[in-house]
């Protein structure tokens, strides 16, 4: 879906599909919990806060110039997809 936002409209449709995302996946690891080898429900690597932002931080910092000094809101799309999964 980050692929589709090019707006402040899709950009909000975005986080509001990756809350829900989130959301089931907590719920299917409260039913059924992965292997503390493997990511959490919906490919989760990050599924709490702290491991989240530190994975953004890490991503876009790995980045460098790769992410433009203007970005835009696909690329904060991209940044919040990549902190899901990012190690």
Sequence with gaps: MADRVDSKETFLEFVGALRADW???RAEESAQP???CS????GWENPDLG???GALH???EDM???V???PSW???ADMLMAAKIYE
């Design 23 to 25: 959301e089931t996946s």
């Design 68 to 70: 433009a000094p203007q």
């Design 34 to 36: 992965s292997s503390p």
């Design 51 to 53: 491991r989240f932002l």
């Design 74 to 76: 696909r690329t904060f």
């Design 58 to 60: 890490a991503w876009t």
């Design 39 to 42: 990511p959490a429900a919906r």
């Design 64 to 66: 460098g110039d790769r």
